[in-house]
């Protein structure tokens, strides 16, 4: 096979694809694979990848404005429609900081967002920009075959994507996360082919993007994969000595949210905190706070000597994307920090389907410390969104409104730790497909069918 050139936006898709065994599959399959990352000027990231078969190319920096404004046009149409959430629109407005995109988006809303026509005709416009000159020079010196690209929604990869189309050469994308069909738009250009986790987000693609079967496949999740490896799990005693931890108590894990996030959750550590000293869980316990990469860590210094109060700080944040960027050994810690948890609590997060593959019991938050509300109107409705409600219907977890809901429903997953779990069984199988520690193999090798394909075409 000749050359295979992978789009990939940042740290989120590094872990997704390159730093499981779908890369290494293809790595040893194809004659050339040039990476095309934000990452390439970078040391540790030329290290990690480059060398042998594999080039890696810088993913330049760009940023349209009129563009920039047809892929939200995009985005917003495909929330109002199926993201699930009744008043999604009112949000989307009353964000928009701009004063002209502001009374834009309120017309827009009002008159033509529901229209399939209008629709249509965004997507021709969006589609319709010129491939510019950035990666002509790059298509023509390594001549691709295909084009893999990760996260497909990501702006920065647009003019790559053009460029593919341009010159016809054919896309296959992997769709990285459970909520990118109903909440992130469309990219700018048809893709030939997708790789998705799950029969939901095949549905989606169906019925949304309007997909054929055919063009789409079924994969799992690659990054889970490691949790079906029997040999990283440490013993309890091993995992709270390295997090410096107490044996003999129960753990309680909260996975903060990064910025979006920041103000929950510290009312709701204080919150838990207090009622760890007030000793009204049904055992002792303590509090493990795996903050986001992103998050502020000044606040947390409070918390330095408290016996009861452990703040790991995992990882490290993509400085590109300042988003996650998860090395191997993180990705191992997490899979023992989901094992070993009594109780994870989480705010409308991936987290939940970690823990759901540990069977671990899980309790949702969506009050604010001193109140029984809802969370500020934004994050409040995720709980609505389609993609979150499909594992809510499950059983599986516990969305807690108040603190006397979160004090109950943690004493009852500690009482009984199999409570929900036949949900939280539901959850793995309808989200990871299959929790065998194949997914990446599956999607190398399909990858690899459609670069078959595609060479005989030639």
Not at 52 to 58: D, F, L, P, S, T
Request: hydrophobic share 40%.
């Amino acid at each position: 096979m000749k050359t295979l050139l992978i789009v990939c936006p940042g740290g989120v898709a590094v872990g997704e694809i390159l730093r499981t065994d779908a890369f290494e599959i293809l790595k040893s399959k194809i004659l050339r694979i040039v990476i095309l990352a934000p990452a390439a000027k970078t040391d540790s990231f030329l290290k990690e990848f480059a060398g042998g078969n594999v080039i890696v190319e810088e993913l330049l920096p760009y940023r349209n404005k009129i563009e920039t404004l047809f892929k939200e046009m995009r985005q917003d149409m495909i929330r109002l429609r199926y993201s699930g959430v009744p008043d999604i629109a009112k949000v989307t407005v009353e964000l928009t900081k701009n004063p002209f995109l502001h009374y834009f988006k309120k017309v827009m809303f009002a008159s033509f967002y529901k229209s399939d026509k209008f629709r249509s005709f965004v997507k021709k416009v969006g589609s319709a920009f010129p491939p510019d000159k950035l990666y002509g020079p790059l298509f023509a010196k390594y001549q691709p075959s295909a084009v893999f690209v990760i996260y497909p929604f990501d702006p920065r990869l647009f003019p790559a994507l053009r460029r593919a189309a341009k010159n016809k050469v054919p896309t296959i994308a992997f769709i990285s996360s459970w909520d990118n069909f109903t909440c992130k738009g469309e990219p700018p250009t048809r893709l030939d082919k997708l790789i998705v986790w799950n029969k939901i987000m095949k549905k989606e693609a169906m019925e949304i993007h309007g997909y054929s079967e055919d063009d789409v496949f079924i994969s799992g999740v690659p990054k889970f994969d490691i949790y079906a490896r029997k040999d990283i799990i440490t013993t309890r005693e091993e995992f709270m000595k390295k997090i410096g931890g107490d044996p003999k108590k129960k753990l309680l894990t909260y996975t903060t949210g990064g910025f979006h996030g920041q103000y929950i959750a510290h009312r709701i550590i204080e919150t838990i905190v207090e009622l760890i000293k007030e000793e009204k869980f049904a055992y002792p316990c303590q509090l493990l706070v795996r903050l986001h990469p992103c998050d502020e860590i000044g606040y947390y210094e409070r918390y330095k000597g408290n016996k009861n109060v452990i703040i790991e700080r995992p990882g490290r944040p993509d400085v590109f994307t300042r988003a996650w960027d998860p090395s191997v050994e993180d990705m191992i810690h997490l899979a023992n920090t989901m094992k070993h948890s009594d109780v994870v609590i989480n705010a409308v997060s991936t987290t939940t389907i970690d823990a759901s593959c540990f069977d671990t019991p899980i309790v949702n938050i969506a009050f604010e410390k001193n109140g029984e509300k809802w969370w500020w109107d934004v994050v409040a409705r995720y709980y609505d969104y389609a993609f979150y409600k499909n594992v809510i219907r499950t059983g599986g977890l516990e969305i807690a409104r108040n603190k006397g809901e979160l004090l109950g429903y943690i004493n009852g997953y500690l009482k009984n730790p199999k409570l929900d779990n036949n949900g939280r069984k539901q959850i793995v199988e309808e989200q990871c497909y299959k929790l065998d520690g194949k997914a990446g193999e599956r999607v190398a090798e399909h990858v690899l069918k459609f670069m078959e394909e595609v060479t005989k075409r030639e």
